[in-house]
């Protein structure tokens, strides 16, 4: 259980990171007038909420683990 926080912070960070450089590509894809722009924008939304989600569940991992050392 207690790599199970490890796994989804690391993973939640990696993906989150993602999902804000993809957002950087729609910026750039939408000031050169790419039409693609607004399906960049709406990829970066769904990995960068994908990325809090994971971070949110290893927060919720770790304090089941303190709550289960806590006499």
């Known amino acids: 259980m207690e790599n199970k926080w490890m796994r989804y ?6 993906i989150f990171g993602m999902g804000l450089s993809i957002l950087g590509e729609a910026i750039m894809l939408k000031y050169n007038h790419s039409d ?4 960049w924008g709406t990829v970066a939304l ?3 909420n994908s990325g ?4 949110g569940q290893a ?3 770790k ?6 050392k806590e006499p």
Request: one cysteine or more.
């Open 9 to 14: 912070s690391i993973a939640g960070l990696l």
């Open 36 to 39: 693609n722009w607004v399906l």
């Open 46 to 48: 769904i990995v960068t």
């Open 52 to 55: 809090l989600c994971l971070f």
């Open 59 to 61: 927060v919720i991992e």
């Open 63 to 68: 304090v089941k683990i303190l709550s289960k």
